[in-house]
């Protein structure tokens, strides 16, 4: 509906209701947002409504006196620049709106010849009539239009509705997704509680087991390092390496290690006593590097 329409509608009388029943959906919160896009309030759009309907600018008598004269309804009515709505209205209110009354008022101003009389009669039964014609054909077109801004703003709002249907979905997938990452996450600690039992371990503190390798698997390692105590500088020495020093470095990171682990596990299990948590990660972790290093073993 246009803001031109809108106006129409209430200088041609119709209700509020009405209109918000016909063009709005019958909800009056779409035409109060119409309004806002229009840029007015109700109260500015009533008034603009009182300023565009013409007051009927003829007497009840005068109309009667140029329908004597020969002029038909539509002719006064465009000559009056009214609409068919509020024509048909002041006609309703001087109690003329029907054409037997009409000539029962005309009668009374004017005798006439009886033969003239029914000639005339002929005659503005058969305007009428076409009148009568002209009028329900524009009011079927208008009829026409509202249903089909009726159809398309019924459309609009269900495509509105599926986007919203869509975006819920899409929210409550991702709702989802974190939630299973999050079954996941407990699904693993307690694979990890289940495998860490057997070690038996107790207390605060938590106890690696490194599996002692083959002399041959030793000797290739010292190699490895020796080469690479070459390759940082020819004024090392091998001999310099410190096996106090390289423990003592070991378990410092493996304290650290240790220390963060703990930390992590916290922020995951608020307010609890983590040790639990912590020693069956290490049992988890160390059972998986047994796994790998005798499957090296194996197949070496």
């Known amino acids: 509906m246009s803001f ?11 209700s509020m209701e009405d209109i918000t029943l016909k063009h709005f959906n019958n909800d009056p919160r779409e035409l109060r947002k119409q309004l806002r896009d229009w840029g007015i309030t109700m109260g500015e759009a009533i008034e603009l409504a009182k300023a565009k309907a013409k007051e009927v600018e003829i007497t009840k008598e005068k109309y009667l006196q140029r329908r004597l ?11 009056l620049g009214l609409s068919t709505t509020v024509f048909y209205r002041q006609l309703r209110e001087w109690g003329i709106q029907e054409p037997d009354a009409e000539d029962r008022e005309l009668e009374l101003m004017v005798p006439v010849e009886p033969a003239k009389g029914i ?17 329900a054909s524009a009011e079927q077109k208008e009829t ?27 929210l409550w997938e991702a709702e989802r997704a974190r939630k299973d990452e999050r079954i996941k996450q407990l699904e693993d600690t307690l694979s990890m509680m289940k495998r860490s039992a057997a070690y038996g371990v107790k207390g ?6 490194i599996p002692i390798p083959s002399v041959a698997i030793a000797n290739a390692e010292r190699t490895r390092i020796y080469a690479a105590v070459e390759a940082l500088s ?3 020495e091998a001999a310099d390496i410190d096996r106090e020093r390289v423990m003592s470095e ?19 299990h608020p307010g609890k006593n983590v040790a639990g948590y912590v020693r ?18 194996e197949a070496g």
């Not at 031109?4 to 119709?14: I, M, P, S, W």
Request: overall charge negative; cysteine-free.
């Open 4 to 14: 031109d329409q809108f106006q129409q509608a209430l200088a041609d009388g119709r």
């Open 69 to 79: 004269a020969g002029e038909g309804r539509s002719t006064i009515m465009r000559s």
């Open 119 to 135: 000639d005339q009669r002929v005659a503005e039964q058969l305007e009428q009539k076409a009148e009568a014609r002209e009028n």
């Open 144 to 170: 026409g239009d509202e249903i089909l801004q009726r159809v398309e703003q019924r459309a609009a709002d269900q495509e509105k509705e599926l986007a919203n249907l869509r975006a819920a979905s899409a």
């Open 204 to 209: 605060n503190d938590v106890s690696l087991s």
């Open 234 to 236: 020819d004024g090392v």
């Open 250 to 268: 070991l378990f410092d990171l493996l304290q650290r290690t240790v220390n963060f682990i703990t930390a992590d596990l916290a922020e995951l």
């Open 280 to 297: 069956e990660f290490f049992a988890y972790y160390n059972n998986r590097h047994m796994e790998i290093v005798t499957a090296q073993q």
